[in-house]
């Protein structure tokens, strides 16, 4: 599982998609019922999810941030940094540039409040200090005499799922349909380690049984605590002339954790998904093939706070030292041959309360596959000739605030380019030598009030590509070769009780409550039983 | 933003001091300052592609795959010319120096409608023929640019490394065997050169108009039969011509 349920819609789909689906999410501790009792089980589970927001909202009636170690850090309350969680405003980017850095105190006035962002010269000059407790924290005696407490955060997900047609058997130890499940639970270190270097850093724990890769439930590798992504960094700033930087060094688990923008896999819409789904729509190496498999260490730069630059390089972790860090190494396809190059280059604009961001990404990937992962019999072997994969992406942005309300339009594609010399030539399991997978989303989310916030989102996905049998198989009735394609919307309502208060308890808890609803029209090539795959997820996540 | 905003101050107290020392009615012209080329843009192009490609030897692919090898005799080279259109967008940055030569980076990327085919006899089954489509749909870019500003006028040339995502497709039937679908891709590298003039109409927004070349070189890409999922390799060689206009949004520091 990588960052608790803050997946894409396919998690982690195999790109050379030759296993079956690789879910990293917990399927957690459902209890196993009798199909007779669902509407009982429905009614059930939904007074649960009602008691616990209802809890959350009114127990802990104070609390306020994403990750609460943050808050405690910066001061600010959660809609400082967030307008949902866990997409971005622009200060919240910055805090993420500055490498968690960011103190407290010192930045108790968001930058784009309100009224403050009527004044275009009024941001830019405190946009330039952003830097400033980077580059040299004032002394400060009422710092010096508060306690240090560690950012240490915790957060746990509770979700009802309910799919159109039944989950294909085996269930065991779930229900056919109507699952409750109370898991994943992480936790994270979030937050400064010095002036110039600071970490989010999770480890999740995935209950029991929990499907984890391509061998879900036979699987020797399957662990209940394993890292989950990792953002380390060094930061620091600079004057050249006219131009500013702050430039640092992040190493990472996950190629794009470390972005600044939710328009890039590791960090994109949707933030919660359940781990009930049917059969995924493929995805590519980027969105997540290699989370948590790999390290990279990266150096990136952002000038006078309008032009980002990134290349970072990843590798593949040896099998042992996934295995020893809880990743199941047959979890990924393969093993990386090489370094694995991304780049990332990201042109942010930004004027009175408008910020636009146009940008692009992308990756370049060989990937020798397991040669045998089967439960009896599996090997650490890999093959000697390499998948290679080149993914290119483009992204953009724009967000609008308002008072008292956001609004944030995003769009992504993903163009990958399959050269498939092992899958096709040792392995035989695509037809074609070459293939073409294309992903697109769109994106619009308005986020309305500041405490008991609502945030409507609705997103449309498309999946494209070329058709091959072996990979995709083939239509029962016309006997031609399937293709990748796919397509649908994702709606979701989110209930955010706490936004920017700072009342009893801050800063300590948050909570947040979704409705998500996720509509296929076509899955993997095919229109016939893709509804059946039609998804509702109520969830209630809190974090302390 | 500053330099802008020096320069209205500048021009206001240009303004104020001719009224204040009461001068004839022929004022000084107005200070008027040059467009700055330093600074980051992104933005949109549409315009023209005409490729031109060599594929050789399509004949040999069907008839040595499907009729049996050694069916073929002699070289055929198919050259199809795709035109269509190619749209996209593309990010880049300039350095204007004091003596009015600016130099930048830009990445660029199109997608592309270039598309054509040619049919080809196949001797070794007459009266047969293979359709030989090829495409090019994807047209990246990473280049420098070099240019010239005559104030808000830039002329420019570039150059640097390309990427063509193609496609190919040898089809059709033969007799007494049946139909037939040879399909390849390729992501081929390259460089391109070219040049163009950028017009800043205002201080944010320009309009461009270009023309590249881009060369492929030549290379092979496997060809696999959708229908009996045989193999074979087909060579081909391709340059492009593109000729775009477009739309630059120029800013440079927070604020516009």
Same mark, same amino acid.
């Given at each position: 599982?990588?960052l608790?349920?803050?997946l894409n819609?396919?998690?982690?789909?195999?790109?050379?998609h030759?296993?079956?689906?690789?879910?990293?999410s917990?399927?957690?501790?459902a209890m196993?019922?009798?199909?007779?009792?669902?509407?009982?089980r429905?009614?059930v589970?939904?007074?649960?999810?009602?008691?616990?927001?209802?809890?959350?909202?009114?127990g802990l009636a104070?609390s306020?941030?994403?990750?609460p170690?943050?808050?405690?850090q910066t001061g600010?309350?959660c809609?400082?940094?967030?307008?949902d969680?866990?997409?971005l405003?622009?200060f919240?980017?910055?805090?993420?540039?500055?490498?968690?850095t960011?103190?407290g105190g010192l930045?108790?006035?968001t930058?784009?409040?309100?009224n403050?962002a009527r004044?275009v010269?009024?941001?830019?000059?405190?946009?330039?200090?952003?830097?400033?407790?980077?580059?040299?924290p004032?002394?400060?005696?009422?710092e010096?005499?508060?306690?240090w407490?560690p950012?240490?955060?915790?957060?746990?997900?509770?979700?009802?799922?309910?799919t159109?047609?039944?989950?294909?058997?085996?269930?065991?130890?779930?229900?056919?349909?109507?699952?409750?499940?109370y898991?994943?639970?992480s936790?994270?270190?979030?937050?400064?380690?010095?002036?110039?270097?600071?970490?989010?850093?999770?480890?999740?724990y995935?209950a029991?049984?929990s499907?984890?890769?391509?061998?879900p439930?036979t699987?020797?590798f399957?662990?209940?605590?394993?890292?989950?992504?990792?953002?380390?960094?060094?930061?620091g700033t600079?004057?050249?002339?006219?131009?500013?930087?702050?430039?640092?060094i992040t190493a990472?688990?996950?190629p794009?954790v470390?972005?600044?923008?939710n328009t890039t896999?590791?960090?994109g819409?949707?933030?919660a998904?359940s781990?009930?789904?049917g059969?995924?729509a493929?995805g590519?190496?980027?969105e997540?093939?290699?989370?948590a498999?790999?390290g990279?260490v990266?150096?990136?730069?952002?000038?006078?706070?309008l032009?980002?630059?990134?290349?970072t390089?990843?590798k593949?972790?040896?099998f042992s030292?996934?295995?020893?860090?809880?990743t199941d190494?047959?979890?990924?396809?393969?093993?990386?041959?090489?370094?694995?190059p991304y780049?990332?280059?990201a042109l942010?604009?930004?004027w009175?309360r408008?910020?636009l961001m146009i940008?692009?990404?992308?990756?370049?990937?060989?990937?020798?596959p397991?040669l045998?992962?089967?439960?009896?019999g599996?090997?650490?072997?890999?093959?000697?000739?390499a998948?290679?994969?080149?993914?290119?992406g483009f992204d953009?942005?724009y967000q609008?605030?308002g008072?008292?309300?956001?609004v944030?339009l995003?769009?992504?594609y993903i163009?990958e380019?399959q050269?498939?010399?092992s899958?096709f030539t040792?392995?035989?399991a695509?037809?074609?030598?070459?293939?073409?997978?294309?992903t697109?989303?769109l994106?619009?989310?308005?986020?309305?009030?500041a405490?008991?916030?609502v945030?409507?989102t609705g997103?449309?996905?498309?999946?494209?590509?070329t058709?091959?049998?072996g990979l995709?198989?083939?239509d029962s009735?016309?006997?031609?070769?399937?293709?990748?394609?796919?397509?649908?919307?994702?709606?979701?309502i989110a209930?955010?009780?706490?936004?920017?208060?700072?009342?009893?308890?801050w800063?300590?808890f948050?909570t947040?409550?979704g409705?998500?609803?996720?509509?296929y029209n076509?899955?993997?090539?095919t229109?016939?039983?893709a509804?059946?795959?039609n998804?509702?997820?109520l969830?209630?996540?809190?974090?302390? | 933003?500053?330099?802008?905003?020096?320069?209205?101050?500048?021009?206001l107290a240009?303004?104020?001091?001719?009224?204040?020392?009461?001068?004839?009615?022929k $004022?000084?012209?107005? =200070?008027a300052?040059?467009?700055?080329?330093?600074?980051? @843009? +992104?933005?949109?192009h !549409?315009?023209?592609?005409?490729?031109?490609k060599?594929i050789?030897?399509?004949?040999?692919l069907v008839?040595?795959?499907l009729?049996?090898p050694?069916?073929?005799?002699?070289?055929?080279t198919?050259s199809p010319?795709?035109?269509?259109?190619?749209a996209?967008?593309?990010?880049?940055?300039?350095?204007?120096f004091a003596?009015?030569i600016v130099?930048?980076v830009?990445?660029a990327?199109s997608?592309s409608?270039?598309?054509?085919n040619r049919l080809?006899a196949?001797?070794?089954?007459p009266p047969?023929?293979?359709?030989?489509q $090829?495409?090019?749909? =994807?047209?990246?870019?990473?280049?420098?640019?070099?240019? @010239? +500003?005559?104030?808000? !006028?830039?002329?420019?040339?570039?150059?640097?490394a390309?990427?063509?995502?193609d496609k190919?497709?040898?089809s059709?039937?033969?007799?007494g065997?049946?139909?037939?679908?040879f399909?390849?891709l390729?992501?081929?590298?390259g460089?391109?050169?070219?040049?163009?003039?950028d017009?800043?109409?205002s201080?944010n927004?320009?309009?461009f108009?270009?023309?590249?070349y881009?060369?492929?070189?030549?290379?092979?890409?496997l060809?696999?039969?959708?229908v009996?999922?045989?193999?074979?390799?087909?060579?081909?060689?391709?340059?492009?011509?593109v000729?775009?206009?477009?739309?630059n949004f120029?800013v440079w520091?927070?604020?516009?």
């Amino acid at each position: 599982m990588v960052l608790g349920y803050a997946l894409n819609p396919w998690p982690s789909a195999s790109a050379t998609h030759i296993g079956v689906r690789v879910c990293e999410s917990s399927q957690g501790l459902a209890m196993r019922r009798d199909g007779s009792d669902r509407n009982l089980r429905f009614a059930v589970a939904l007074v649960e999810i009602i008691v616990l927001a209802a809890w959350l909202t009114m127990g802990l009636a104070p609390s306020a941030q994403a990750l609460p170690s943050f808050a405690r850090q910066t001061g600010q309350p959660c809609g400082t940094c967030h307008t949902d969680f866990p997409a971005l405003t622009p200060f919240g980017r910055r805090f993420k540039l500055l490498g968690y850095t960011v103190g407290g105190g010192l930045f108790r006035t968001t930058p784009f409040s309100s009224n403050a962002a009527r004044d275009v010269q009024a941001e830019y000059d405190k946009l330039l200090k952003y830097a400033e407790p980077v580059k040299a924290p004032p002394p400060n005696a009422d710092e010096n005499s508060k306690d240090w407490v560690p950012p240490i955060s915790a957060m746990a997900i509770i979700g009802f799922t309910h799919t159109q047609a039944d989950q294909p058997s085996p269930q065991d130890p779930y229900n056919p349909n109507n699952n409750l499940v109370y898991s994943p639970f992480s936790m994270f270190w979030g937050g400064a380690i010095t002036s110039n270097i600071g970490a989010f850093a999770q480890v999740t724990y995935n209950a029991p049984g929990s499907v984890a890769g391509p061998t879900p439930t036979t699987s020797p590798f399957l662990h209940t605590w394993t890292w989950d992504n990792t953002d380390v960094r060094f930061v620091g700033t600079a004057n050249i002339g006219s131009l500013d930087f702050v430039y640092g060094i992040t190493a990472n688990n996950n190629p794009t954790v470390q972005d600044l923008w939710n328009t890039t896999p590791a960090w994109g819409f949707p933030y919660a998904v359940s781990s009930f789904f049917g059969p995924q729509a493929p995805g590519t190496v980027i969105e997540g093939t290699f989370a948590a498999h790999v390290g990279g260490v990266g150096a990136y730069t952002m000038i006078n706070d309008l032009l980002y630059l990134e290349v970072t390089g990843y590798k593949t972790l040896g099998f042992s030292e996934q295995n020893a860090l809880g990743t199941d190494p047959f979890g990924a396809p393969g093993l990386l041959g090489g370094v694995a190059p991304y780049w990332r280059v990201a042109l942010e604009p930004h004027w009175d309360r408008h910020t636009l961001m146009i940008g692009t990404f992308g990756m370049y990937s060989e990937i020798h596959p397991w040669l045998n992962v089967a439960p009896v019999g599996w090997s650490t072997a890999v093959d000697t000739l390499a998948d290679k994969f080149t993914d290119i992406g483009f992204d953009g942005q724009y967000q609008y605030q308002g008072d008292n309300y956001w609004v944030t339009l995003r769009g992504t594609y993903i163009r990958e380019f399959q050269r498939l010399d092992s899958t096709f030539t040792t392995l035989a399991a695509s037809t074609n030598p070459t293939n073409l997978l294309n992903t697109l989303k769109l994106q619009a989310s308005v986020a309305l009030g500041a405490d008991n916030r609502v945030v409507l989102t609705g997103q449309y996905f498309n999946v494209w590509g070329t058709a091959d049998a072996g990979l995709y198989g083939t239509d029962s009735v016309t006997g031609l070769a399937l293709t990748p394609n796919s397509n649908g919307w994702i709606a979701e309502i989110a209930y955010i009780p706490f936004g920017v208060s700072k009342s009893f308890g801050w800063p300590w808890f948050n909570t947040r409550i979704g409705l998500q609803y996720i509509y296929y029209n076509k899955l993997n090539g095919t229109t016939v039983g893709a509804q059946d795959n039609n998804t509702l997820f109520l969830h209630a996540w809190v974090a302390f | 933003m500053k330099k802008v905003i020096f320069a209205n101050l500048a021009a206001l107290a240009l303004a104020g001091q001719a009224i204040a020392a009461d001068l004839p009615a022929k $004022a000084e012209p107005p =200070f008027a300052q040059r467009f700055n080329w330093t600074g980051c @843009y +992104a933005g949109m192009h !549409v315009g023209g592609g005409f490729a031109s490609k060599s594929i050789t030897d399509p004949v040999l692919l069907v008839q040595d795959t499907l009729i049996a090898p050694g069916t073929t005799t002699g070289i055929t080279t198919v050259s199809p010319q795709p035109s269509g259109v190619v749209a996209g967008g593309q990010i880049g940055c300039d350095y204007e120096f004091a003596s009015s030569i600016v130099i930048g980076v830009e990445g660029a990327a199109s997608g592309s409608t270039m598309k054509a085919n040619r049919l080809v006899a196949l001797p070794g089954s007459p009266p047969d023929a293979a359709l030989v489509q $090829a495409d090019t749909d =994807f047209l990246p870019s990473l280049t420098a640019r070099i240019g @010239y +500003a005559f104030d808000n !006028v830039l002329l420019y040339a570039r150059g640097g490394a390309a990427l063509a995502g193609d496609k190919f497709e040898v089809s059709g039937t033969l007799t007494g065997i049946g139909p037939y679908d040879f399909r390849g891709l390729d992501n081929r590298f390259g460089w391109v050169v070219g040049g163009g003039v950028d017009w800043a109409f205002s201080r944010n927004w320009s309009v461009f108009v270009e023309y590249d070349y881009y060369q492929f070189g030549t290379t092979n890409v496997l060809m696999t039969d959708q229908v009996s999922a045989l193999s074979g390799l087909v060579s081909y060689s391709q340059h492009v011509q593109v000729v775009k206009g477009g739309v630059n949004f120029h800013v440079w520091g927070p604020g516009l």
